[in-house]
């Protein structure tokens, strides 16, 4: 059984097939939040991010006919933008500095030092999210920042359920030894 907002991507990517190309407007509104944070946080870069998530949406929207409905629409496109962002990373252009920090991702502490320290935190662990290997980051991020299941991951990824299991719990090795004695000071 469908759920209404897989339902309504199914209908407008029919609608757009059709010819209306007003009716990926509302895929755009729907998604394009989500794949905005996900090149992001790929990436390490906003500006880039930005670039990738109106790449991953030129993609899907000229790649509609190749979306056969045997997932959910949603999982298709953020496999669309986890492509783009494979390229970008393949391709050498890795960005070196830690994404931009936004209010929305640090709950605000009650004095300016926790705050600062908090910023810092968080600074350092979107750093060494960077640093992961591509298949490590994407199964962490799917699975931590996107809240995705396991079996959506491998929906998007292609990667079986066992394997992204094992590739969040190295990411979150990987994450403890590079953090190390800064996790010790929280």
Not at 147 to 173: C, F, M, P, Q
Request: aromatic residues 6%; hydrophobic residues 45%.
């Amino acid at each position: 059984m469908l759920d209404i907002a897989e339902a309504a991507d199914r209908d407008a990517v029919a609608r757009t097939l059709a010819g209306d190309a007003e009716a990926f407007a509302s895929v755009v509104r729907r998604h394009g939040k989500t794949l905005l944070t996900l090149c992001t946080r790929m990436v390490s870069d906003r500006q880039v991010g930005e670039e990738l998530a109106q790449e991953a949406l030129a993609r899907a929207y000229s790649g509609l006919g190749s979306w056969n409905g045997d997932c959910r629409f949603r999982h298709w496109l953020c496999r669309v933008a986890m492509n783009c962002c494979r390229d970008y990373l393949k391709a050498g252009a890795r960005a070196e500095r830690p994404a931009e920090l936004t209010g929305d991702e640090l709950a605000t502490a009650r004095d300016p030092e926790g705050e600062v320290a908090g910023r810092e935190l968080l600074a350092a662990l979107e750093s060494a999210i960077a640093r992961l290997p591509i298949k490590y980051r994407e199964a962490f991020l799917l699975f931590h920042a996107q809240n995705l299941a396991y079996d959506e991951i491998e929906a998007i990824t292609g990667a079986s359920v066992s394997a992204l299991k094992v590739r969040v719990h190295r990411a979150r090795l990987m994450l403890r030894s590079d953090l190390g004695d800064l996790l010790d000071e929280v």
